[in-house]
């Protein structure tokens, strides 16, 4: 079998999935030039690489991509694959599958609606963007979503057969590069709760401003870190109340200093108003760190409740300090269920465990062609059947 794999952003998690699929079966990976140079030493040397000139047209749909997309297209003819599978992210989607009409077809969805905030209708960039999530629903044999919540709105919302829509968990893709920099021994500096990641609105991160007063009532010295970037700061920066329990790092966070954020950290939270998922929490569990993430979209679903961490509503402050102050208080609790996320990172949501869904469906689609099939697959992985989560 042959599996063409393009994708236009999702690096990390793009690559790290070729990577797992090329121990079974030929890829070839379509990658753009944009800070491509950063991840091709990632590649597995069995991976055939083909690198577009994306960085001119980026952000562009028009005309002069179209030299652009026939190489895509001219490419992916050459390898003959049995399977094209593609990360919804970008508008050159639109054109790109009509013209890939001829093979089967299958999407990855990391979102399904644009996020509060980033859906203006009058925007021309989110009109595409609601452009290419439409043509993605509707042109692929497959649809792999990252949680129950998220198949069952395609299903009810967008009326996408059930049976073309699979679960599969996040997997791994945000844990290796930050794991490439932990530092032996490095352990959590005091009480310390990080929110990580984009600052938008839907983020939820003035309730855990809001929370603040409540955790250092119970527990003076606990510190809340802020780190990632977004949209203007100085709004959040005037709610805080005790502006000395937090530690603001208000810029794109490079992987060697995410790491330190990590390991210094005691809980990491995730007080989202709205969420498809989070690579947030997988990173979190790579580095045995509890998450308290609140109870939107699919989070839930990689959230084991009193195991990995504790699930609370959205829009609560007090819950969401209830449930932080009740880890900091039991740093054996905080211990014990970081070692019991990561075990479920390497189990449920790993690559070996997300590649098999993969095969199963790819096998479903087109046969072998009499190209030797997959390779060396578990027996547990077996084409003929797709489990339903």
Known sequence: MRVACLTFWFYDYTIQMVNELARHTEVLLLLPDYRSEEYVESIDPAVKVHIFGYSRHAGRLGPSCYPMLKGIVSAIDAFEPDVVHFQVNNPLLCPLLLMLRKYPLVATFHDIEPHPGEDRLLDAGSLLYRL????????????????????????????????????????????????????????????????????????????????????????PDARIVIAGTGEDFSRYEKAMAGRDAFEVYNYRIPYGEGARLFQQASIVALPYLEASQSGVIPTAYGFRRPVVATDVGSLPEIVDDGETGYIVPPRDPEALAAAIVRLLRDPGACRRMGEQGYVKLKTDMAWPTIVRSLLAVYSELAPTRGRGGVRDMPADAAPAAVKKQ
């Open 132 to 219: 290419t999530l439409f043509i993605s629903r509707v042109m692929p044999d497959r649809i792999f979503v990252h949680g129950k919540v998220l198949r069952d709105t395609l299903v009810k919302n967008y009326r996408v057969p059930e049976e073309n829509v699979h679960v599969i968990p996040i997997g791994e893709h945000e844990v290796a590069p930050f794991m490439a920099f932990k530092r032996e021994g490095l352990e959590p500096d005091g009480r310390r709760v990080l929110f990580f990641g984009r600052i938008h609105r839907y983020k939820g991160l003035d309730h855990l401003i809001q929370a603040e007063p409540l955790i250092t009532r119970e527990i």
